[in-house]
């Protein structure tokens, strides 16, 4: 039996200096500076050790040129999609990429044309609606639906949002960020059986496809064989790994005719390569390591999210959806009072930093997202700060 390393994701490790927004930014976006931060969808967590390493060794040449196109990247990504999602790809459908919103813009230039409608779920990732406003085309967002701390797709909407004649795209984000959802193949198959009744492409935003907990599973879009002519898939090592800043990602088009489009709009706007070291992360990343890791944090998030639902689902009146994917927790907190209120009560009271939800749309205001990727000695008090603020004297509910 080989052995393995432990991870030791309950160092706290002080990111000052490092060019860390989720720090940095804090004055500017919240007008504090001092409150612990839980927004951006990044890690408190170390990058594996042997992935640094693995930097390390680069960046010991003196030597920083340019790079071969493919440098066994596309290799170490079929290896990865074959063994962590069942997913059985061909070299020629992998383009690297900077990062998933650089191919949803590109996606959205080659499967849509200016003044169409996009159509998505919400509330979503803010940049799925900026994106679409930013090419010229209009987001058409359907509204998902809580029920029970889950979010429902309503297909009769969905379905008239892509028959209208000027929809000609579907967004998808797939697991759901905020709201942590993962959708199950028979969601994602009707999902395509309507994409192609009304003749609508399909982007699939599937960046937080390997965190996901058990029983759920991820089923990637291109699992399923008739979304692959209509499809492009983008997917990163930027959640799993922490390497965002990195700017390591790809995108997975089985459709020649689309994989041309899409090259020649990269081509255009010169963007279809990637760093070196987002190379280096890429190929080393993703192999059986990165699988033992991965195995290590999941276990660690899994535990973490499920103890600040537990938490903060003890505050009377808020309700929170149940943590099926991503290492961030969505909480309906309008009974509390304005979105304004209760941000100021987390940020002077709790001394907490939490995604506000009108970044996901309107369907989001008033809601707030919680990254809990972060050490447990960190996150749990900060989250007990927050129970403490809204409802003073509470305690949260005992543990299942
Ligand atoms: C659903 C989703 N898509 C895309 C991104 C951003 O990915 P990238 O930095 O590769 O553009 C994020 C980051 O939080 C995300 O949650």
Same mark, same amino acid.
């Given at each position: 039996? @080989?052995?393995?390393?432990?991870?030791?994701?309950?160092r706290?490790i002080?990111?000052?200096?490092t060019y860390?927004?989720?720090?940095?930014?804090?004055?500017?976006i919240?007008?504090?500076?001092t409150a612990?931060?839980f927004?951006?969808?990044d890690?408190?967590?170390?990058?594996?050790?042997?992935l640094?390493?693995?930097?390390?060794?680069r960046?010991?040449?003196?030597?920083?040129?340019?790079?071969?196109?493919?440098?066994?990247?596309?290799?170490?990504?079929q290896?990865w999609?074959?063994?962590?999602?069942?997913?059985?790809?061909?070299?020629?459908?992998v383009?690297?990429?900077?990062?998933?919103?650089?191919?949803?813009?590109?996606?959205?230039?080659?499967?849509?044309?200016?003044?169409?409608?996009?159509?998505?779920?919400?509330?979503v990732?803010? @940049?799925?609606?900026?994106?679409?406003?930013?090419?010229?085309?209009?987001?058409?967002?359907?509204?998902?639906?809580p029920? &029970?701390?889950?979010?429902?797709?309503?297909?009769?909407?969905?379905?008239?949002?892509?028959?209208?004649?000027?929809?000609?795209?579907?967004?998808?984000?797939?697991?759901?960020?905020?709201?942590?959802?993962?959708?199950?193949?028979?969601?994602?198959?009707?999902?395509v059986?309507?994409?192609?009744k009304?003749?609508?492409?399909?982007?699939?935003?599937?960046?937080?496809?390997?965190?996901?907990?058990?029983?759920?599973?991820?089923?990637?879009?291109?699992?399923?064989e008739?979304?692959?002519?209509?499809?492009?898939?983008?997917?990163?090592?930027?959640?799993?790994?922490?390497?965002?800043?990195?700017?390591?990602?790809?995108?997975?088009?089985p459709?020649?005719?689309?994989r041309?489009q899409?090259?020649?709009?990269?081509?255009?706007?010169?963007?279809?390569?990637?760093?070196?070291?987002?190379?280096?992360?890429?190929?080393?990343?993703?192999?059986?390591?990165?699988?033992?890791?991965?195995?290590?944090?999941?276990a660690?998030?899994?535990?973490?999210? &499920?103890?600040?639902?537990?938490?903060?689902s003890?505050?009377?009146?808020?309700?929170?959806?149940?943590?099926?994917?991503?290492?961030l927790?969505?909480?309906?907190?309008?009974?509390l009072?304005?979105?304004?209120?209760?941000?100021?009560?987390?940020?002077?009271?709790?001394?907490?930093?939490?995604?506000?939800?009108?970044?996901?749309g309107q369907?989001?205001?008033?809601?707030?997202?919680?990254?809990?990727?972060? @050490?447990? &000695?960190?996150?749990?008090?900060?989250?007990?700060?927050?129970? &403490?603020?809204?409802?003073?004297?509470?305690?949260?509910?005992?543990?299942?």
């Amino acid at each position: 039996m @080989p052995q393995h390393t432990p991870y030791d994701f309950d160092r706290i490790i002080d990111r000052t200096g490092t060019y860390a927004e989720k720090y940095d930014a804090r004055k500017r976006i919240f007008g504090n500076d001092t409150a612990e931060p839980f927004w951006v969808a990044d890690m408190d967590l170390p990058t594996p050790a042997f992935l640094v390493d693995a930097l390390h060794a680069r960046v010991a040449h003196p030597i920083f040129g340019y790079t071969d196109a493919d440098a066994g990247t596309s290799a170490a990504i079929q290896w990865w999609l074959d063994s962590q999602h069942g997913l059985r790809t061909e070299k020629s459908w992998v383009r690297l990429s900077p990062s998933v919103v650089t191919s949803m813009s590109h996606a959205i230039q080659v499967l849509s044309q200016p003044n169409d409608s996009v159509v998505f779920l919400s509330p979503v990732y803010g @940049p799925f609606f900026t994106t679409v406003r930013q090419n010229g085309r209009h987001p058409l967002d359907v509204p998902l639906h809580p029920q &029970q701390n889950r979010y429902e797709i309503d297909f009769d909407a969905l379905e008239s949002a892509l028959a209208r004649p000027d929809a000609t795209l579907l967004l998808l984000c797939n697991p759901h960020n905020p709201g942590g959802r993962v959708f199950s193949r028979a969601e994602l198959s009707a999902m395509v059986d309507l994409c192609h009744k009304h003749n609508v492409h399909i982007f699939s935003d599937e960046i937080h496809c390997d965190i996901v907990f058990a029983p759920h599973a991820h089923t990637s879009i291109l699992s399923i064989e008739a979304a692959h002519p209509i499809s492009i898939v983008a997917f990163s090592i930027g959640k799993l790994f922490n390497t965002s800043g990195l700017n390591a990602s790809f995108a997975l088009i089985p459709n020649p005719k689309l994989r041309a489009q899409f090259v020649s709009a990269t081509q255009r706007s010169h963007c279809a390569d990637i760093n070196l070291l987002g190379k280096v992360a890429l190929t080393t990343a993703m192999s059986p390591q990165g699988a033992e890791y991965k195995r290590q944090l999941i276990a660690y998030l899994a535990e973490n999210t &499920q103890e600040v639902h537990r938490i903060l689902s003890a505050i009377p009146g808020v309700s929170v959806m149940r943590p099926e994917a991503t290492y961030l927790v969505w909480g309906d907190f309008r009974a509390l009072g304005t979105p304004t209120q209760v941000a100021k009560r987390l940020i002077d009271d709790a001394q907490v930093l939490l995604s506000g939800g009108a970044f996901f749309g309107q369907n989001g205001d008033g809601w707030f997202r919680a990254n809990c990727a972060h @050490p447990r &000695q960190r996150l749990y008090p900060a989250m007990e700060r927050v129970l &403490q603020a809204l409802a003073p004297g509470t305690r949260p509910h005992s543990a299942p």
